[in-house]
């Protein structure tokens, strides 16, 4: 009669995990919290945004102090003005007025000219000492009327103010834009534009197609950062597990001690050499 007792796997057998549905509460809980995050990203994107054009204002007051180079404008730093000047609000043209004057120069940023100076002949009204004169006050207050009040980052990408020179100043101006070194100028410009939407056009292809890979999405809150292709996954067997087995008989090694068999004497043959002794 076989006694043997068949062996069971000591390993755990693997448990098949059910799928938790979410509760209503718990998904009411999930939708508060996207919307919260939205919101928090919102706000976060409209900070950024006033920061960075906070400093971009500020670069653009520290170039127009430094204009022009010369006793007179050239057309370039009237272009350069020009658009510099776009992003302004009236508090910002009032700023570069203020460093102008303190730098000793006129508030008009085309003038290179020192601003008057109160004395005893002279009395000033208010505000009159950040000009050389008259006529750069009025050319100055004349590109101030035309600045919006909007701040720049609430402005649309494609609002741009078109702000203009005092007739006495444009007049120069027209006659560059109409000399062969100046479209020669807009063409260049308008070559590096190009080149440069050209840039970004292959770059955001090159994102969709590497998120695309990754079946993401790409508009996404950082679509700049790409992960690395370098995740290697582990192979998995397909043959099951199966439980030690035994070279002898199952009963052949019970009394075995850590491995190690000894060697006992049969207790029988003991008591039949005691007998025949007597």
């Given at each position: 009669m076989n006694t043997r007792i068949p062996a069971s796997s000591i390993l755990k057998q693997p448990s098949i995990a059910k799928a938790s549905v979410p509760s209503n509460e718990q998904e009411t809980q999930a939708q508060k919290d996207k919307r919260n995050l939205d919101i928090a990203l919102r706000h976060a994107h409209k900070i950024q945004n006033q920061k960075d054009a906070e400093?971009?204002?500020?670069?653009?007051?520290?170039?127009?102090?430094?204009?022009?180079?010369?006793?007179?404008?050239?057309?370039?730093?009237?272009?350069?003005?020009?658009?510099?000047?776009?992003?302004?609000?009236?508090?910002?043209?009032?700023?570069?007025?203020?460093?102008?004057h303190v730098d000793g120069k006129c508030g008009y940023a085309l003038c290179s000219k020192a601003p008057r100076r109160e004395s005893l002949m002279l009395k000033l009204t208010p505000g009159a000492s950040n000009w050389c004169s008259e006529a750069c006050a009025r050319k100055g207050l004349y590109v101030k009327a035309q600045l919006s009040s909007v701040p720049a980052w609430e402005r649309s990408a494609n609002y741009k103010p078109e702000v203009q020179l005092h007739q006495d100043d444009q007049k120069v101006l027209e006659e560059f834009l109409r000399s062969p070194e100046a479209t020669a100028v807009r063409r260049a410009n308008r070559a590096v534009r190009v080149d440069?939407?050209?840039?970004?056009?292959?770059?955001?292809?090159?994102?969709?197609?590497?998120?695309?890979?990754?079946?993401?999405?790409?508009?996404?809150f950082r679509p700049g950062q790409i992960l690395a292709d370098g995740i290697i996954e582990k192979t998995v067997s397909s043959t099951r597990a199966r439980p030690p087995g035994f070279d002898g008989e199952l009963d052949a090694a019970f009394d075995a001690i850590e491995g190690y068999q000894p060697r006992r004497k049969d207790i029988k043959s003991d008591e039949g050499d005691s007998g025949d002794d007597e």
């Open positions: 400093a971009k204002i500020l670069d653009h007051i520290t170039t127009l102090i430094d204009i022009p180079s010369s006793a007179e404008f050239t057309p370039q730093e009237a272009l350069k003005f020009l658009t510099l000047v776009v992003l302004f609000q009236p508090s910002d043209f009032d700023s570069l007025i203020e460093e102008r440069a939407w050209r840039k970004e056009v292959e770059s955001q292809s090159q994102l969709e197609k590497l998120a695309a890979e990754r079946g993401e999405n790409v508009h996404s």
